[in-house]
């Protein structure tokens, strides 16, 4: 071996290459101890004579000769290829231009020298993601150094198994984002990762998409500082604290009826969606208009091309509805969603969703809530500081909106699960409970409404029937109320309504649970508390004119009188129904009631109510041109209500009166009637049934010839009719009908026309027939 290891060093020695493949040998397959001079090759750690030295080598001993050491070029880490990481679109984006136009708005909003924060939030399946994805790749040049993305978990469960919500770590993300972008090594302390991934974003033009995050807390290791990057985050809830880095918010809502229903044709519908648009837009009504739910609905035409949409909107319709209805793998994806949201909640919050759920109605306010929240079992007070607290967590989850100031409602697909839970987990006791202090709450407020609308038609309460006297209504939310024993519920606290405008605004947000706490009463057999809320609500019927619900309301409010044996009640229910038939039309009905009422008040002897059913039995002969009858009537109704001084009542027929003789075509007396019935009902801060007999008494006026005088009257009475005291849009339209034919009789086209078109547009929101008589007027202008 010796002689041979001499022989190749000889060669070596006079030989370049021979040398040079020797070298590179032992370079490749023996330690860099071993010396080169063959008569010392069974010496080690030496090195001696001529020998070269390539790459690292360690010398422990002795070191001789005509050494060189030639270092190799350091070979650079080759660096990945920046990392393009946006999920891919996965179905069509519908009418979302104004959110897109919000989102370029706050990025291009936000302060120079930081880095842009956005945060999409919004309800499960409203296609948040969707929308970001579709956002971000249309800006993707902006991002030439890498697009990152991750899905932070914030709602998904533990596993197969499922089991509580296990949000990724902020340490598991930035590993992948670091590995992504190229990082030799990732430490493994979470703060060293934090350090590392700013420092190699520092001067990156990177955008970064945070897919359903759970916490500002889960969001904020995560940002980095570079003013030329952008960060994205989505997530179900509101994501507050990140305002405090400087966050932007945008809140994704839900699709229009018409873009929704181009998405379940896209989605699989096609023609049949032409077809039948009829059954289109109740299936996406039933998907309440949620992008996930119509995308679900789409894909079950899609996998059916011989079912009908009517088909599947009645499918939707039974049971839970959409709720369960619509599943991928056999899954309820909305109620699942819906669970989880559910089941992070505080306890606080999740007693109070369940509560909401009870209860009749499709808006919340503060006061409402205080009142329903009420524990049946315990001696503790539930205050609005509590409920304000349980309400910032549904809040935050996307559970429940704010409509207003103060007024809340629950997305459409949330209120039938609320309702679920509040049926399947409390107990008979506290679900009557709620119940009735829901009704409470409605009588209460309803009542401090009539109070301040229509001081003159409230009457005392019935036994049993808690109504707060207006003045001590209170004008700020109330602190800890008392302590009470369980057998003794705490009064109920209702909504403060400072002024005419307030209450009548109240009135209009909260008809529909009104009318539910109505229905429920007269399921519920409470019928005192029926008949009563029908009666208090008056200004609501009166000044809003909601119809089908006037009669309905009256329907059940005068069985429920006569169930209790009220004849209080029955009176009021019959002469105050019988004015809602004649509003819709149904003349003949309204005749039978207002006869009714006036044979019930001729045997109690109650002669203000006999004079109402004639002044109604009248207003029905002036409605269809039987005027004699009509003027005998009024006179009548007129002399009964001087007899016992009631002043108001009196006012009312004389206006009657002025109606008939204009009818007659007696302009001089209809005039003087309405000039004395304004100045009555003035006197007595009537400014409602004021406004209303300034209205008639400015359009007499146009039409004798006075189109001054009359015009003038007439633009007073509709300032009235928009303000605060005297608001009604019906009388709005007419006294805007009647400015249009004055204007019209004097020869200005132009100035009628513009009276004419805002009248239709308000009766278009009340009367269809109303609205086609003044388009005739246009038509003939």
């Avoid at 020797?22 to 030496?46: K, Q």
């Avoid at 679900?431 to 009539?450: F, I, K, P, Q």
């Avoid at 229905?519 to 009166?542: E, K, N, Q, S, Y």
Wanted: charged share 20%.
């Amino acid at each position: 071996m010796a002689q041979l290891a001499r022989a190749v060093a000889a060669l070596a020695s006079h030989d370049p290459g021979t040398d040079a493949a020797v070298t590179d040998w032992l370079r490749r397959h023996t330690p860099p101890t071993v010396g080169s001079d063959p008569a010392n090759a069974d010496r080690t750690n030496a090195i001696g004579g001529a020998a070269t030295i390539h790459g690292p080598a360690v010398q422990a001993r002795d070191i001789h000769g005509g050494i060189h050491v030639h270092h190799s070029a350091p070979q650079e880490r080759p660096r990945p290829p920046a990392p393009r990481q946006f999920p891919p679109l996965r179905r069509q984006l519908v009418d979302r231009e104004s959110d897109v136009q919000a989102l370029d708005a706050l990025r291009a909003q936000h302060p120079p020298h930081t880095h842009p924060l956005l945060v999409v939030s919004g309800f499960a399946g409203v296609g948040k993601t969707t929308l970001v994805s579709r956002w971000l790749r249309d800006h993707a040049d902006s991002f030439p150094d890498g697009q990152l993305y991750a899905d932070l978990g914030g709602h998904s469960t533990g596993g197969e198994t499922g089991g509580p919500v296990r949000p990724v770590r902020p340490t598991a993300v930035l590993e992948g984002f670091l590995h992504a972008l190229g990082a030799a090594s990732v430490p493994a302390d979470l703060a060293q990762r934090i350090a590392l991934w700013r420092s190699l974003t520092a001067e990156l033009r990177l955008g970064v998409f945070l897919d359903n995050a759970f916490t500002a807390a889960q969001v904020r290791p995560l940002l980095f500082g570079s003013p030329t990057g952008l960060t994205v985050v989505t997530s179900r809830n509101h994501l507050t604290g990140l305002l405090a880095d400087g966050a932007a918010l945008h809140r994704l809502g839900t699709l229009t009826t018409e873009s929704a229903v181009e998405l379940l044709a896209a989605g699989g519908g096609g023609s049949r969606v032409a077809r039948d648009p009829a059954a289109a837009r109740e299936v996406v009504t039933l998907c309440a208009c949620l992008p996930l739910a119509v995308c679900l609905a789409a894909a079950q035409l899609a996998v059916r091309p011989n079912r009908s949409v009517s088909a599947l909107a009645a499918s939707l319709s039974q049971g839970q509805g959409s709720l369960d209805a619509l599943r991928i793998d056999g899954e309820a994806v909305v109620r699942t969603a819906l669970d989880l949201s559910y089941e992070l909640l505080p306890q606080d919050s999740a007693t109070l969703y369940r509560r909401m759920g009870l209860l009749p109605t499709d808006r919340y306010d503060l006061f409402m809530l205080t009142a329903s929240a009420a524990d049946d079992t315990t001696t503790t007070t539930t205050t609005t500081g509590d409920v304000e607290l349980a309400l910032d967590a549904l809040l935050e989850a996307n559970l429940l909106e704010e409509t207003g100031s103060a007024v809340y409602r629950f997305h459409d697909l949330v209120r039938p699960h609320a309702r679920r839970l509040g049926t399947a987990e409390e107990s008979a006791s506290q679900h009557a409970h709620t119940l009735r202090r829901y009704v409470d709450w409605c009588l209460a407020t309803a009542s401090a409404a009539e109070s301040i609308l229509t001081p003159s038609h409230r009457m005392p309460a019935p036994d049993g029937v808690p109504v707060p006297d207006p003045g001590d209504t209170p004008t700020a939310a109330p602190t800890a109320a008392p302590t009470v024993t369980p057998a003794v519920a705490p009064a109920v606290v209702p909504t403060p309504l400072a002024g005419p405008a307030e209450a009548l605004d109240w009135l209009d947000t909260h008809r529909d649970g009104l009318m539910g706490a109505v229905r429920h009463c007269a399921r519920a057999g409470w019928h005192t508390a029926c008949w009563h809320l029908v009666d208090v609500m008056w200004p609501l019927f009166l000044r809003l004119r909601p119809t089908e619900m006037w009669i309905e309301a009256h329907r059940e409010g005068l069985a429920a009188a006569r169930a209790c044996g009220s004849r209080a009640g029955e009176g009021r229910m019959l002469t105050s129904g019988a004015i809602g038939l004649r509003t819709a039309g149904r003349y003949a009905e309204s005749a039978d009631w207002y006869r009714q009422a006036l044979e019930h008040a001729a045997y109690d002897g109650d002669v203000r109510q006999q004079a109402q059913a004639l002044n109604g039995l009248g207003h029905l002969s002036l409605l269809t041109s039987q005027l004699d009858e009509a003027r005998a009537y009024f006179e009548n109704a007129l002399g009964l209500r001087e007899s016992i001084g009631y002043l108001r009542g009196a006012a009312l027929s004389r206006r009657r009166l002025g109606e008939t003789a204009l009818a007659a075509g007696e302009l001089s007396t209809a005039a003087n009637h309405l000039v004395r019935a304004h100045a009555e009902l003035d006197a007595q801060d009537e400014h409602y049934e004021a406004a209303r007999a300034l209205a008639l008494l400015g359009h007499v006026l146009a039409s004798d010839g006075d189109h001054e005088g009359g015009t003038a009257r007439l633009r007073e009475a509709l300032g009235m009719f928009r303000g605060a005291g005297a608001r009604s849009e019906h009388w709005q339209a007419r006294s805007l009908e009647w400015l249009g034919q004055a204007a019209e009789q004097r020869g200005d086209g132009e100035e009628a026309g513009r009276c004419y078109e805002a009248a239709r547009e308000l009766y278009g929101r009340q009367d269809p027939s109303d609205a086609q008589r003044v388009e005739e007027r246009l038509r003939h202008l």
